[in-house]
């Protein structure tokens, strides 16, 4: 069982300390967001750009915690410093959500550049391949895809990934 407030306050510390970092890094102090943890499905993080704020999935990171305070946190806190060190829109045109200015943010925070998560989603199903791709699926997708579309091969019987337990 995981207390809600534990996770949230974990979330909060990280990006203050993600935060502190790009500080550290630009030499400035950036204004910090609003946070707020209801974001649910298959998104871990969300990024509003033009309001300063960050929702984040409690149950993706509760399955996934090392990896979501590595990973997730910094890659949206990144969306929102791009917003403030560069605005909406570049020399050329609209700036890319994951584009090069991104990717350097990312680069100072030393976090990985993914554009997309590889995180256990809970209430989803994770079946494998003979490519040995771990591939996660959607209650609705469990009946319909049978084959991998990478390799062809058959995908194993799917098992469920439990919702974690969060207390009040």
Not at 16 to 36: L, M, N, S
Not at 65 to 70: A, D, K, S, T
């Amino acid at each position: 069982m995981f207390s809600r407030k534990k996770l949230e306050q974990d979330l909060l510390d990280r990006t203050e300390q993600v935060y502190k970092q790009a500080d550290a890094v630009c030499g400035r102090t950036f204004v910090r967001p609003g946070v707020d943890f209801d974001l649910a499905g298959a998104f871990a993080g969300l990024a509003f750009e033009g309001f300063g704020h960050l929702s984040f999935n409690l149950e993706i990171y509760a399955a996934n915690q090392n990896e979501f305070l590595h990973e997730i946190v910094p890659h949206e806190v990144a969306h929102l410093l791009v917003f403030d060190l560069y605005g909406r829109v570049v020399k050329g045109g609209r700036m890319q959500r994951h584009g090069r200015e991104w990717k350097s943010v990312m680069r100072l925070l030393k976090a990985p550049t993914n554009r997309l998560h590889d995180l256990l989603v809970p209430g989803y199903f994770v079946t494998s391949c003979s490519c040995r791709r771990r591939v996660q699926l959607s209650q609705k997708q469990v009946g319909v895809l049978k084959r991998c579309a990478k390799c062809l091969g058959p995908f194993a019987e799917p098992k469920k990934i439990e919702r974690p337990k969060i207390s009040a």
